[in-house]
C-alpha cells in the first residue's frame, strides 16, 4: 500500500516535477478520444454544451455516487463490514456488487478526529468509477492536482471544509494500480437512522475527502 503524502512530506518526483508513479493509458487515450468527439459535436452544433454539463452533472452527483454512499452506511451500522472493509476494500465493496473497470484494486482510509483523509490523482484523473461515478471537472484539474498536494489546508478551505490544526491532514494520490476512497465519519444524532437514510447524507465530496458528512 502507497504511503499518503502527508503536509510534511511528498512522494518522490521526476524530472518534470509529476509523481513518480504509474498512471493507465488506456483511461488516459479513451479520455482524449472522448474530448475530441465532444469538441467536434459541439463545433458542429450536434450537441448543446449546457445540456451536455447537465447530463454529466446527474451522473456525477447522483447515480455513481448512490454505490460509494451505500458502502458507506453499511460501514456505519455493520462493525464487521467496517473492519473489512479497511482491511481489503476491494473485496468488501465487490462483495456488495460494486466491481469493474477502474475499481479492481480499492484501499479505503478512515476518517477520524484525528486524521482527514483526502484522494487525488496527480498525474491524470485516476478514480473509483464503481463507487463514485464520473471525476467531477474540478478533480480533474490541474489547479486541484497540484495545490492539494502543496496546501491541503488551503484547498479544502475553498471548498468551505476548514481543518482544525490538531487533525492530522493525509493526501492519498489514486495510480493506475490503486483507487482511493474515504470513509467519512458518521455524523452525530443519526444512531436511529436507517441504512438507507445514512446513505442519502453521503456526498460524493464526502467520499473525496472535500467535505464532511
Not at 472522448?34 to 467536434?40: G, K, T
Not at 484523473?125 to 467531477?136: A, E, H
Request: charged residues 25%.
Amino acid at each position: 500500500m502507497r504511503k499518503p503524502m502527508t503536509e510534511q512530506g511528498h512522494d518522490h518526483r521526476d524530472a518534470d516535477g509529476h509523481a513518480g508513479h504509474s498512471h493507465d493509458p488506456l483511461e488516459m487515450g479513451a479520455a482524449l478520444r472522448v474530448r475530441a468527439l465532444e469538441e467536434l459535436m459541439i463545433a458542429k452544433g450536434l450537441v448543446d454544451p449546457e445540456a451536455l454539463d447537465s447530463v454529466v452533472e446527474y451522473y456525477e452527483r447522483e447515480v455513481g455516487p448512490r454505490n460509494g454512499a451505500a458502502v458507506v452506511a453499511r460501514a456505519w451500522t455493520d462493525p464487521a463490514f467496517k473492519v473489512w472493509l479497511l482491511e481489503d476494500g476491494t473485496e468488501a465493496i465487490h462483495s456488495m456488487g460494486f466491481t469493474g473497470y477502474q475499481g479492481e484494486h480499492m484501499h479505503v482510509v478512515e476518517n477520524t478526529d484525528l486524521v482527514h483523509n483526502v484522494i487525488v490523482c496527480t498525474l491524470c484523473s485516476c478514480y473509483p468509477w464503481p463507487v463514485l461515478g464520473l471525476p467531477p471537472a474540478w478533480y480533474k484539474s490541474a489547479a486541484y492536482r497540484s495545490r492539494v498536494v502543496r496546501e491541503p489546508r488551503a484547498v479544502l478551505a475553498e471548498f468551505g471544509l476548514e481543518i482544525p490544526v490538531s487533525t492530522e491532514v493525509r493526501v492519498w494520490d489514486s495510480t493506475a494500480e490503486i483507487r482511493y476512497m474515504v470513509l467519512p465519519q458518521r455524523p452525530a444524532g443519526t444512531e436511529n437512522m436507517s441504512s438507507r437514510e445514512l446513505a442519502d447524507l453521503v456526498t460524493r465530496n464526502g467520499m473525496i475527502g472535500t467535505a464532511r458528512v
